[in-house]
Every structure is written in structure tokens, then in C-alpha cells.
């Protein structure tokens, strides 16, 4: 038995109806109505494994580094991370010891890895926070956003620093020049988009593909699965963001696989139709962090009182803002406002990372058109009580149009939390949570779920469905395999009508067990690398 799918402009692709959710994704990768393709989130789209860095090494204790956790050594790292960017990049190497750090590690350059001996062995404990370590927020910013360890183009901090808007302005991608605009209209899931102008491509380049949010909010419709006109309160619950700088236009870096003569091939297929009504076009990427990380190290903040909602000091952990293909990797961040944070970033991986100690706010942030990144074999802890705790409020956090993120293979305490927004095709899967806490996000900015979230294999502890089974929430959503819960989340509902929600086997684990991995399988087959922490 056959039907019709609902594919967004693609009436004529037929699905079998009697087919798992997984043989129908494999009919259709790119274009099915629910399930999006996430195979390409991570370091290089998930085709390469995360380096292990070698070349010259800059040891800290070389620099004047004690470690001994009383002398301060901030200055000590500050000369060695500086002194491997300079070089064009290199292991910033801290050996066994307790370093104490007074300051901001800024990461400026491409090609830096901070690198300790292991979590057991290294740890970095900063003493103040940003608030007091860089400057005193202007709007609360350092609640969700901004790192002890940064990893950030000099340029964007330095606009962001004199900009009127401040933190509220371009997160992301800066100084994009012109390139071409795209011909006619193009269908989502599509690689070959033809172009006015070809000539100033080149294969391997990576471009920035750029949509305008026009006053209609048909781009935030469409980002939402094409919901009817009368099925949200479109241009006044999403007034804010035809007004704020950040999301008046959908930006999404993506690199150039070849050049023909009056077309371009991506590396991935688009998340959206490129309309002519949305003047899409491609830009250049400007300034960003590449092949950045930091490792085999814990990361401990200064123990001091949870402050109230969004009035953090600023303990917060690495934080990657217009990065591209970086990476933490076996780090633990204890005691924080905020754990690891990614913003603006696109293929970013996150993996066999910790965030433990007292109650934090947000213990992953994924923000500001981040696209594409994986946070995988992750924990988050339960909040110690030795001193009074604000709310654990946000767990996995993702907002800003962010698209194509990933998180896979976790264990945790806190929310499926998204911050409105418009964030569409994301996924979490295999994924055991005790479930708590709150979603988030500021008034007339649109809903919390876009199209296309999918929740696969996730067990749920304590029974609490919130923000985790989103069959009357999320249109164009996928619920397989949430074990745990009885009943749809009761938030109100933001949409009305069909949300055209696919729900599968509810309360058994189902097959595959981790969507991530399988659709990486399914695409690369043999090639598939490995990211394990030996590797």
C-alpha cells in the first residue's frame, strides 16, 4: 500500500505507507516530510574522523606555566596559544597540573589546539568569570553566550564590541562580499543550484548561502514545513525577528564540490527552497576560526553561587562563535554557569564531553545559525546541592534558525530545550534523560520548533514528556521510539491544524537505535570514519 507524501514540493514522490520510519527515510533522504538528513553534521560533514593533531608543540611550562594551582598562568598560556597561531598552528600542550587562570583564553586562529595529558590529569581552574575577566555584560549576554575559552575571529569580536547592538548584532559570519545570485527557483534537498555567475566559484570554496526574511514571513513559514497562513500568527509572534540584524536574513555556510559553467555543486543538499521572492544568493564566508580544538583536559570554575535566571557572572566553558570544523574532545567542565557553547558555527563536533558540579543554565548551547554540528557521547550530571541552586532550567539548547545539529549517544538530566526562534531539522537520538526544567526563549520570536524535529530512541527516566514528545508542537515532526513517557507534552500549542507528525514505535526501542549513525552509514557505507576517543 502506497500514499502520497507530503514533501514540501515534492507531490510526486510516493512513500510506502506500510514501510518503517527508517525504509521510508531511505526512500527519500533528502526530501522525506519528517525525518531530515543529519548525516552531515560535524567535523567535515562526518567524512573525516577528528584529527590528533600533531606538528609543533608549544608547552605552557615553556612559557612560565606552574601549575600548580596557586600561581597564576594565564599569561603563560596567553603567550603560547598566541605564539601557535602566529606560527600557522600547533598543540598548545599543558602537562599534568592544576593551572590557575585569571583571564579570557582568546583563540584567534585557525589551527590552535589547547591540549592537556587528560581530564584526571589537567585541569584549568578559572578564577573569574566574564563579567569580571573581560567586561560586564550589557544585556545579560553572558547567560548565553560567550566562553572562558573562546575560539573567535578577532575581527567579529572587535565588531561585535563597537557595535550599537552589541551582542544582539552579526554572531556570526562577517565581511561578506558578493558573489552570485541563484537562478530560478530550486527545491529543497537539491545540490546542483544554478547560478547567474559561476566565474568567482571554486571547488573546495566554502560560501555562504544567504535568504532574505521578507516582511511576509513566508521564509519562516517555509522553515516551519509551509504551515497554512491561518495556522500561526504570522508577522506579530514573529515581529521581532524581521527587526533584529541576526535574523533578518537565513545564512548558511556551505562548501563548493564543483563548478559548471552556469551552475554550482554543494557538498550537502539544500535544508530549503531557494525562492526567488527570497533573493537567495551566495556570499563569501569572511573571517572564521578552522581545524580549532581543545582536549584531553577538565576545565573547573571558581565554586560560587548560582545567581537568578539570566544574570549569570559569566563561568562559562569553550565557546565556538563563527568556527568551522572544530572540535572539544574528551573535556569535562565543572561548576558552570553555562558548559560548551556554540554559536554561529557550522560542522563543530562536540564529543565524549561532561558537564558536572553545581546547577548551570544552559550545559550546551547551539545558537545564532549554528548549522550542522554533533554533540555525541555526552553526559550531563545531576546539579550537586552542597550550595542553594538556581532551577536547572536548559539542557540541549537550540534556537536563531539553527538547522542540521545533532545530539546522539547521551546520558543527562535537564530539557529537550529550544529557545524559539524558528530552529528546524534537528535531531536528538539514543538518548537517556531525566527529564527537567524549562524551554526558553524571548516573546514575538516565533515558535520553538520549526519543521522537521525529529526525537529517536530516547528514554525517558521519570515519565515527564515536556518538550520531548512534540507530536502537538513541532509540525512535520518525528516521534520514534520515546520510551517513558504516556502522553504528548502539555505546553499550549503554537500551531493549529494538522502538524502532520509521524509517531512510531512509542515505548519500544526502535530500529535503527541511533539515527545519526545509521543515516552516516547509509550515506559514506564503508567510508563511515570513527570518532571514538582512542581513535
Not at 559569566?314 to 572539544?328: I, K, R, S
Request: net charge neutral.
Amino acid at each position: 500500500m502506497k500514499r502520497l507524501a507530503r514533501l514540501l514540493g515534492r507531490p510526486d514522490v510516493v512513500l510506502d505507507q506500510a514501510a518503517s520510519a527508517w525504509e521510508q527515510y531511505q526512500q527519500g533522504p533528502d526530501t522525506h516530510p519528517q525525518i531530515p538528513n543529519v548525516s552531515y553534521a560535524g567535523y567535515h560533514r562526518g567524512e573525516r574522523a577528528l584529527p590528533r593533531t600533531g606538528g609543533p608543540e608549544f608547552d605552557v611550562r615553556s612559557y612560565g606555566a606552574v601549575g600548580d594551582g596557586a600561581a597564576d598562568d594565564t599569561e603563560a598560556f596567553t603567550t603560547a596559544i598566541e605564539a601557535a597561531g602566529e606560527h600557522g598552528g600547533g598543540v598548545v600542550f599543558a602537562p599534568p597540573g592544576q593551572y590557575l587562570i585569571t583571564g579570557v583564553l582568546w583563540i584567534h586562529h585557525s589551527g590552535v589546539v589547547l591540549r592537556g595529558a587528560g581530564p584526571e590529569l589537567t585541569s584549568l581552574t578559572f578564577q573569574e568569570p566574564l563579567e569580571t575577566a573581560y567586561r560586564a555584560p550589557e544585556k545579560g549576554e553572558w547567560s548565553w553566550t560567550g566562553g572562558l575559552v573562546w575560539f573567535i575571529p578577532l575581527p567579529l569580536r572587535r565588531e561585535l564590541e563597537h557595535s550599537q547592538w552589541g551582542w544582539g548584532s552579526n554572531e556570526g559570519w562577517l565581511d561578506n562580499e558578493p558573489l552570485s545570485g541563484v537562478r530560478g527557483q530550486v527545491k529543497r534537498g537539491q545540490t546542483r543550484i544554478p547560478v547567474v555567475d559561476a566565474r568567482r566559484f571554486r571547488a573546495g570554496d566554502q560560501v555562504l548561502l544567504v535568504m532574505d526574511n521578507i516582511p511576509d514571513s513566508s521564509l519562516l513559514r517555509h522553515m516551519s514545513g509551509d504551515m497554512p497562513q491561518e495556522s500561526y500568527p504570522w508577522g506579530v509572534e514573529d515581529s521581532s525577528l524581521h527587526r533584529q540584524p541576526n535574523y533578518q536574513r537565513f545564512r548558511y555556510p556551505v562548501q563548493v564540490k564543483s563548478v559548471q559553467r552556469r551552475a554550482i555543486v554543494l557538498a550537502q543538499p539544500s535544508r530549503l527552497d531557494l525562492r526567488p521572492q527570497w533573493n537567495p544568493r551566495f556570499e563569501t564566508l569572511g573571517p572564521r576560526i578552522e581545524e580549532s580544538g581543545i582536549e584531553d583536559l577538565r576545565i573547573d570554575m571558581r565554586l560560587v553561587e548560582p545567581r537568578p535566571h539570566n544574570q549569570d557572572h559569566g563561568f562559562n566553558g569553550p565557546h565556538f562563535q563563527a568556527a568551522l570544523n572544530c572540535w572539544a574532545r574528551n573535556v569535562v567542565v565543572r561548576d558552570s554557569d553555562n558548559g560548551f557553547g556554540i554559536t554561529g558555527s557550522k560542522g563543530v563536533t562536540l564529543t565524549d564531553v561532561t558537564v558536572e558540579g553545581r546547577a548551570r543554565h544552559h550545559p550546551f548551547i547551539c545558537r545564532e545559525q549554528s548549522h550542522d554540528n554533533l554533540v555525541q557521547r555526552f553526559t550531563i550530571s545531576e546539579p550537586t546541592t552542597d550550595l542553594p541552586a538556581a532551577a536547572l532550567t536548559h539542557g540541549l539548547n537550540i534556537e536563531g534558525y539553527s538547522a542540521g545539529n545533532v545530539w546522539s549517544d547521551g546520558h543527562m538530566v535537564g530539557t529537550f530545550d529550544s529557545h524559539r526562534r524558528f530552529p528546524f531539522e534537528n535531531v536528538r537520538t539514543e538518548i537517556t534523560v531525566k527529564n527537567k526544567g524549562v524551554v526558553g526563549g524571548a516573546r514575538k520570536a516565533g515558535p520553538h520548533w520549526g519543521a522537521r524535529f525529529c526525537h529517536w530512541n530516547i528514554k525517558v527516566t521519570n515519565g515527564r514528556s515536556y518538550a520531548i514528545r512534540l507530536e502537538n508542537h513541532a509540525p512535520f515532526s518525528a516521534m520514534v521510539g520515546v520510551q517513558g513517557t504516556n502522553k504528548p507534552s502539555q505546553q499550549d500549542p503554537e500551531f493549529t491544524g494538522d502538524l502532520h507528525t509521524m509517531i512510531e514505535t512509542l515505548d519500544n526501542q526502535p530500529t535503527p537505535k541511533n539515527l545519526y549513525q545509521s543515516q552516516l552509514q547509509h550515506r559514506l557505507g564503508s567510508q563511515a570514519p570513527s570518532n571514538r576517543k582512542n581513535s
